[in-house]
C-alpha cells in the first residue's frame, strides 16, 4: 500500500468571539474584573472608567426627578388646578427624566458588559488606574464550545473545502472536514498575512481545548497492492525516472513509469516486476 499525504499542525480557535472596548469614550481605567482564562456570564461587568463625577451628576439628576414628580403631583391635586399649570409641570418633569436618560446613557458608554457566556480569551496590557483609548480591544471573550482547529503555512494549499481528513489531538484520531480556507475567506486571510486552512473535528470527547494544538492530515492518494520502491533508489534524467537494476550479474539502467510518490516511497506503474533486484546506491 502507498499513501501521499501532508500534514501540518494547526491550534483550536472559537468561532464566536467579541472584541470588547470603549467604543465612544477614552479614560483612566478604574475596574478589570475579570483575567484571561475566567468564565464569564452574559450581561457582567468587566470594565469601567473612572465614572465618580459622572456617578454623582446621576445621583443629583434622580433626586431632582424625584423632586419634578412631587410637583406635578401637586400641580394635578391644588385646588383650582389649570390645564396650563399642570402642563408646566409635566414639561420639567419629562425635562428632568430626559436628562437623567441621557446621563445614564453616558454611564453605559464607560463600562464593559459580556455580551454572551463565554471564556476570556484575551486581556490587553493595561492596569487599573492606566489611560485606556475608546475603540481599542481591551478584552476578548470566545464561546469555548464553538471550536475549529485553524492551520496555516504553505502546506494548506493543497486543502480544499469539504475534503475529509484526520485529526489528532492528544495521541487520539478522529476524523475532520475541511470548513474553511483563504479562498473562502480572502479578508481573513489578508489580515492574518498568511494562508490558513479551519477544520471542524468529530468525535471528540468533552474537554478544555481552546489553545490547544492538533495534527491535521490530508491524503492526498491512496492505492492499495502495488508495485513499490524506496525512493532513493529513483533517479531522474531529462525529465524522466530511471532505477539501476541487476540483469544478469550485470548492472542496467532502467526507465520506470511513476505513480504515486510520498516522501519513502514511490509506486511503479510499469518497467519493473515483482522479484527484480534493485541496485542501492
Avoid at 468561532?15 to 456570564?41: C, I, M
Avoid at 473535528?201 to 492538533?214: F, H, I, N, S, V
Amino acid at each position: 500500500d502507498i499513501v501521499d499525504s501532508v500534514s501540518v499542525s494547526g491550534t483550536f480557535i472559537s468561532t464566536t468571539s467579541y472584541d470588547l472596548s470603549f467604543d465612544k469614550r477614552s479614560g483612566y481605567l478604574s475596574e478589570l474584573n475579570v483575567a484571561a482564562g475566567d468564565t464569564v456570564e452574559a450581561g457582567q461587568l468587566l470594565a469601567k472608567l473612572d465614572t465618580d463625577s459622572l456617578e454623582l451628576e446621576i445621583r443629583k439628576q434622580e433626586l431632582a426627578v424625584e423632586r419634578a414628580q412631587i410637583a406635578l403631583n401637586a400641580a394635578r391635586n391644588a385646588e383650582g388646578a389649570t390645564v396650563d399649570s399642570i402642563r408646566l409641570a409635566e414639561i420639567d418633569y419629562e425635562l428632568q427624566r430626559i436628562q437623567l436618560e441621557d446621563l445614564q446613557t453616558e454611564l453605559s458608554k464607560q463600562s464593559i458588559y459580556a455580551p454572551d457566556s463565554g471564556t476570556v480569551s484575551y486581556i490587553a496590557n493595561t492596569g487599573v488606574g492606566q489611560y485606556v483609548t475608546a475603540r481599542s480591544t481591551l478584552i476578548r471573550v470566545v464561546d469555548p464550545n464553538s471550536l475549529q482547529i485553524e492551520c496555516t503555512g504553505d502546506d494548506v494549499a493543497d486543502f480544499h473545502l469539504n475534503q475529509e481528513v484526520r485529526v489528532q489531538v492528544n495521541k487520539e484520531e478522529y476524523t475532520g472536514k475541511v470548513v474553511m480556507t483563504s479562498a473562502e475567506a480572502p479578508s481573513i486571510a489578508m489580515e492574518k498575512g498568511t494562508s490558513f486552512v479551519r477544520i471542524e473535528a468529530e468525535g471528540l470527547p468533552e474537554g478544555d481545548y481552546l489553545g490547544k494544538t492538533a495534527t491535521v492530515e490530508l491524503i492526498r492518494e491512496k492505492k492499495e497492492d502495488v508495485l513499490v520502491v524506496p525512493r532513493n533508489v529513483v533517479s531522474m534524467y531529462s525529465g524522466e525516472s530511471y532505477v539501476l537494476v541487476l540483469e544478469d550479474g550485470v548492472k542496467k539502467e532502467r526507465i520506470i513509469e511513476t505513480g504515486i510518490k510520498n516522501v519513502t516511497e514511490i509506486e511503479v506503474l510499469s518497467g519493473l516486476e515483482e522479484g527484480e533486484e534493485i541496485i542501492i546506491k
